[in-house]
């Protein structure tokens, strides 16, 4: 191994103070010191593996001072000049020690073990994609600091270590302090502990208000669909953002699809319930367009099992939500920060605006219906209006996209016809 020329000195790491954003203080070979917005100072190590850039948390300092962070990173380095991966040891040794304290007490008594009960049983009712996310959270935030903790021997200055920790993300941050939140009330209902440690730490971080997904103007929106088409991804990744705005649907009713969902005979897609926000099925009615776009994606497979939208690498698993994320952020036509979810908002304002009533488009969103008998009714009701307003949406962008691709201006790509509904 090549010899590190460290700089960093006690004093140095005393005298840095906290910034708006987060920054580093490099020490030499790729051990650096990560200092919060909060001003805590945390030894990490980042390296290349395997052809990508991935770092690994030592600790804390000053818990660990200068001389014992470069000799952790001494055996880090040895660990990478012998192929192995310093951050699959870091998993290892971490699984290790859950296990050791597991072997020591009862696993129900531990929090990651009961907050693994408390998915189970109060987040049974929600979707799979739901709780996968939760789990994800207190994996990489949680567990890590507390899962070996008795329930009763978490203290709120342990809740406020973690959510500390996230403040560069506010909304992460007071996410993770609601979800221990939410496990200790269950908690207390099974009497199992008397005290919430999260509840004092209500407001501890400031979220930023909401930002309401912004959504296209009729130019913007032929200069967007010009350009999906000229980013250069995959043909499925693609698709898959036409057909968000193809059937004013949610990302992940979309990236979920499955062929056995679809009669292309009749033009329609049925929406199970379980895979809808509202737990209610969803039908929507296939405009040309769409139709022709499903018949491409047939040649990456039709099995009533398979997905739709596969992904690009495992055809058995469907296409990510982050991948069409990145995709969007790709996007160079002039509107920044445009999200998947901005393609309804899209829709739905295009609609309106072009004389579809209001009952018909909150109909296409699938929006929740107060009254149980008539949200039963409503999932075939309006059906004509459905369909003529999806193929009217569809004939839209393809004029709004000629005029981007002539010049020309949007009024005179309109088709000369009244909505008329």
Same mark, same amino acid.
């Given at each position: 191994?090549?010899?590190?020329?460290?700089?960093?000195?006690?004093?140095?790491?005393?005298?840095?103070?906290?910034?708006?954003?987060?920054?580093?203080?490099?020490?030499?070979?790729? $051990?650096?010191?990560?200092?919060?917005?909060?001003?805590?100072?945390?030894?990490?190590?980042?390296? &290349?593996?395997?052809?990508?850039?991935?770092?690994?948390?030592?600790?804390?300092?000053?818990?660990?001072?200068?001389?014992?962070?470069?000799?952790?990173?001494?055996?880090?380095?040895?660990?990478?000049? &012998?192929?192995?991966?310093?951050?699959?040891? /870091?998993?290892?040794?971490?699984?290790?020690?859950?296990?050791?304290?597991?072997?020591?007490?009862?696993?129900?008594?531990?929090?990651?073990?009961?907050?693994?009960?408390?998915? &189970?049983?109060? *987040?049974?009712?929600?979707?799979?994609?739901?709780?996968?996310?939760?789990?994800?959270? *207190?994996?990489?935030?949680?567990?890590?600091?507390?899962?070996?903790?008795?329930?009763?021997?978490?203290?709120?200055?342990?809740?406020?270590?973690?959510?500390?920790?996230? &403040?560069?993300?506010?909304?992460?941050? #007071?996410?993770?302090?609601?979800?221990?939140?939410?496990?200790?009330?269950?908690?207390?209902?099974?009497?199992?502990? #008397?005290?919430?440690?999260?509840?004092?730490?209500?407001?501890?971080?400031?979220?930023?208000?909401?930002?309401?997904?912004?959504?296209?103007?009729?130019?913007?929106?032929?200069?967007?669909?010009?350009?999906?088409?000229?980013?250069?991804?995959?043909?499925?990744?693609?698709?898959?953002?036409?057909?968000?705005?193809?059937?004013?649907?949610?990302?992940?009713?979309?990236?979920?699809?499955?062929?056995?969902?679809?009669?292309?005979?009749?033009?329609?897609?049925?929406?199970?319930?379980? /895979?809808?926000?509202?737990?209610?099925?969803?039908?929507?009615? $296939?405009?040309?367009?769409?139709?022709?776009?499903?018949?491409? $994606?047939?040649?990456?497979?039709?099995?009533?099992?398979?997905?739709?939208?596969?992904?690009? *690498?495992?055809?058995?698993?469907?296409?990510?939500?982050?991948?069409?994320?990145?995709?969007?952020?790709?996007?160079?036509?002039?509107?920044?920060?445009?999200?998947?979810?901005?393609?309804?908002?899209?829709?739905?304002?295009?609609?309106?605006?072009?004389?579809?009533?209001?009952?018909?488009?909150?109909?296409?969103?699938?929006?929740? #219906?107060?009254?149980?008998?008539?949200?039963?009714?409503?999932?075939?009701?309006?059906?004509?209006?459905?369909?003529?307003? *999806?193929?009217?949406?569809?004939?839209?962008?393809?004029?709004?996209?000629?005029?981007?691709?002539?010049?020309?201006?949007?009024?005179?790509?309109?088709?000369?016809?009244?909505?008329?509904?």
């Amino acid at each position: 191994m090549r010899l590190s020329n460290y700089t960093l000195t006690p004093t140095r790491i005393n005298n840095a103070k906290a910034k708006a954003r987060l920054y580093k203080l490099s020490d030499g070979g790729g $051990l650096f010191v990560e200092v919060s917005t909060t001003g805590q100072k945390t030894w990490r190590y980042q390296y &290349r593996f395997a052809g990508s850039r991935r770092d690994v948390k030592i600790g804390r300092y000053p818990e660990i001072g200068v001389a014992d962070a470069r000799a952790r990173h001494f055996e880090l380095r040895s660990l990478l000049e &012998r192929g192995v991966d310093p951050a699959e040891v /870091r998993r290892q040794e971490t699984a290790e020690r859950r296990q050791q304290a597991k072997d020591s007490q009862p696993a129900a008594d531990q929090f990651e073990a009961f907050s693994r009960r408390w998915i &189970r049983e109060r *987040l049974m009712t929600r979707s799979e994609t739901y709780r996968n996310q939760i789990e994800s959270r *207190l994996e990489r935030f949680v567990w890590p600091a507390i899962g070996e903790k008795p329930l009763g021997g978490v203290r709120p200055a342990d809740v406020l270590a973690i959510i500390e920790d996230l &403040r560069g993300t506010p909304k992460t941050a #007071e996410g993770v302090r609601q979800h221990i939140q939410q496990i200790y009330n269950y908690a207390i209902q099974k009497l199992l502990v #008397e005290v919430n440690p999260a509840l004092p730490l209500r407001g501890v971080i400031e979220v930023p208000a909401a930002e309401h997904h912004r959504h296209l103007t009729e130019p913007e929106l032929g200069a967007f669909w010009r350009s999906v088409a000229k980013q250069g991804a995959h043909f499925v990744t693609i698709a898959a953002t036409r057909m968000l705005m193809y059937t004013m649907c949610r990302k992940s009713e979309v990236l979920r699809a499955r062929w056995r969902e679809f009669d292309l005979d009749r033009a329609q897609w049925d929406i199970p319930a379980e /895979r809808m926000k509202m737990k209610a099925p969803h039908r929507v009615y $296939l405009s040309r367009q769409a139709l022709e776009l499903l018949g491409l $994606l047939k040649a990456f497979g039709s099995e009533p099992q398979a997905y739709v939208f596969p992904s690009v *690498l495992r055809a058995a698993v469907p296409l990510g939500d982050a991948t069409l994320n990145h995709f969007f952020k790709r996007l160079d036509f002039g509107v920044p920060d445009f999200s998947p979810h901005g393609t309804r908002g899209t829709a739905a304002t295009l609609l309106r605006e072009h004389g579809f009533s209001r009952e018909v488009v909150e109909l296409l969103l699938a929006h929740a #219906e107060r009254n149980k008998v008539t949200a039963a009714y409503h999932h075939h009701e309006m059906a004509d209006e459905r369909r003529r307003a *999806l193929q009217y949406l569809a004939d839209q962008i393809d004029r709004f996209a000629q005029a981007a691709l002539h010049g020309s201006t949007v009024a005179e790509a309109r088709d000369s016809t009244p909505a008329n509904v």
